[in-house]
């Protein structure tokens, strides 16, 4: 049963993906990749990280992927986007596609992948809580002056092309 | 675990499946004649005008940005909701949730909170310099301005 759920969550993860990279519409491929994102999500809980799944869906989901969303809707030219889409690296893309596909297959090959049967695993989120509030309290604060930097740095940075356009629009 | 996500996937199936399966029926046995004026979006039997792709306020990417920070900060308070109640009780309690995955000697109610007072403090200090410095205001008088709508419709 968990086998027949990861292959249909891999079926769709990877047909999604493939639908990014290849439709013209970018506001499809925003969706194609809502899809790719909550997939990923089905795979953390199949692997018994549950509090990643629900990470994996408010963040990726429900944040960034709205913040992609929003990038698309500012685009000037997104009524007028040709249908075309024009490859231009060919060949580096193409030495470093094959050395990736290389790198994929001869760790899939050499990799021993023990199979062991294993008790379905208990949620994560309290023990979680409980690292973070004693073993890994520093990092835990740490990753608060982190948030800080990106709440301030991101505003400013985004501060001044946003009021430019702002006073474009005016103009 | 899983029994609780079964759950989980069930709704979502649903979801998904309310969606798609009156597309898939009404695709099927509706008849295909479409015109100009059937292809056009309805929108509550007004007449459209202009494109949906319209740019977007661009103001609202700066408190996107903020969001997602706050998000972030949200999905580290439930880990630690979650086990304050035991941190109060104390170590004992503690010790049960972490199942000797944590030194949880030390552990308080009064050391979980002033750890989250502190978290929470650091990120108050930078919503309070964005509001300070104005990033957060919406500047009405610029966006009522006639000439934007204009050139929203044209």
Known sequence: MFDFIFFVFSFVCIGSALFVAFTPNVVHAALGLASTFATLAGFYVLLGADFLAITQIAIYVGGILVLMLFGIMYTHTIARVSGEQVMMQVGPALLVVILTLFTLVATILSTAWPVKEVAPPAPTADRIGVLLMTDYLLPFEVAAILLLVALVGAVVIAQTPVRKSIEESVD | ?154
């Open chain 2, 1 to 154: 675990m899983y029994e609780n996500y079964a759950h989980v996937l069930i709704f979502a199936l649903v979801a998904v499946g309310v969606v798609v399966a009156p597309l898939i029926l009404f695709a099927l046995i509706r008849p295909v004649r479409p015109d100009a004026e059937k292809l056009s979006a309805y929108e509550c039997g007004e007449r459209v005008v202009g494109t949906p792709w319209i740019q977007f306020n661009i103001r609202y990417y700066l408190v996107c940005l903020v969001f997602l920070v706050f998000e972030v900060e949200i999905l580290l308070l439930f880990p630690w909701a979650l086990v304050y109640g035991a941190f109060i009780g104390g170590p004992e309690q503690v010790e049960a949730l972490a199942q000797g995955a944590a030194n949880t000697s030390e552990a308080s109610g009064g050391m979980a909170f002033v750890a989250m007072f502190i978290f929470m403090v650091i990120l108050a200090v930078g919503l309070a310099y964005d509001w300070g410095k104005g990033y957060l205001e919406w500047e009405t008088e610029i966006t009522t301005s006639p000439e934007i709508e204009e050139k929203e419709v044209a």
